[in-house]
């Protein structure tokens, strides 16, 4: 039972418009959602994280919204840069319990910019 | 500050066999998690220590297995190797529920 989801395997956009990658989750016991971004050959690098006591948290270029009621989140690229092709992955962890460091994640949308 | 490191990066070793992989996280992050990339499944939960005690255990047989060290160095074996073992295996570390880092991998190949 996958319990978070990442629909889309791949996304192509332009240098300079919006990617918008999506996710959906099922399990309503998350309640901290990441976004992590790799590249080949590396580990994956932590973007930017969002509180379920949230609906939007921004960094720099990068948006995460979350729609709880639709368990749903997304992750906006403004502008998008040929450096940002990578693969991202969306996770998400129930950290009520106290002590839960587990993280599940999507199995991830590769993005291409194209310049 | 030095990142979370994993070693070897890279492993070929044959069926039946057994293997250990190593992390030295974060200094002063004193969890530790292990997760198996593979192209079909995405990254899955293996373990996380903490103080050197195991807190959480992901859907994986009992072949494999992990520990940690008094200093936070966590190693992870995995004993009579099967091809379908052939994966990335990542190691992150935290000091808090959102400090995830991860190190660049252990590439495993099973031959």
């Known amino acids: 039972d996958q319990q978070v989801k990442q629909n889309s395997p791949s996304l192509s956009v332009q240098e300079g418009r919006i990617s918008i990658l999506n996710c959906d989750y099922t399990?309503?016991?998350?309640?901290?959602f990441l976004w992590y971004k790799k590249y080949p050959a590396e580990g994956p690098t932590f973007l930017i994280s969002i509180s379920s006591i949230k609906d939007k948290n921004e960094d720099g270029r990068f948006t995460v919204f979350l729609n709880k009621s639709a368990k749903h989140l997304s992750l906006h690229i403004v502008p998008s840069q040929p450096g940002d092709s990578a693969v991202y992955f969306c996770?998400?962890?129930?950290?009520?319990?106290?002590?839960?460091?587990?993280?599940?994640f999507g199995k991830g949308t590769l993005l291409t910019v194209n310049p | 500050k030095a990142g979370v490191t994993q070693t070897p990066r890279y492993l070929i070793k044959t069926r039946g066999q057994q293997v250990t992989l190593s992390c030295s996280p974060i200094s002063g992050h004193r969890s530790v998690s292990w997760y198996q990339q593979t192209p079909g499944q995405g990254l899955q939960f293996l373990f996380e220590?903490?103080?050197?005690?195991?807190?959480n255990k992901g859907n994986f047989p009992g072949r494999f297995s992990g520990r940690q060290f008094s200093n936070s160095r966590s190693e992870m074996n995995v004993s009579t190797l099967e091809l379908g073992d052939s994966a990335l295996y990542l190691c992150a570390s935290s000091w808090d529920r959102g400090g995830y880092t991860f190190g660049s991998g252990t590439r495993l190949t099973v031959v």
């Open positions: 399990n309503s016991m998350f309640d901290y």
């Open positions: 220590y903490f103080s050197e005690t195991q807190r």
């Open positions: 996770a998400a962890s129930d950290q009520s319990g106290g002590s839960n460091y587990k993280l599940t």
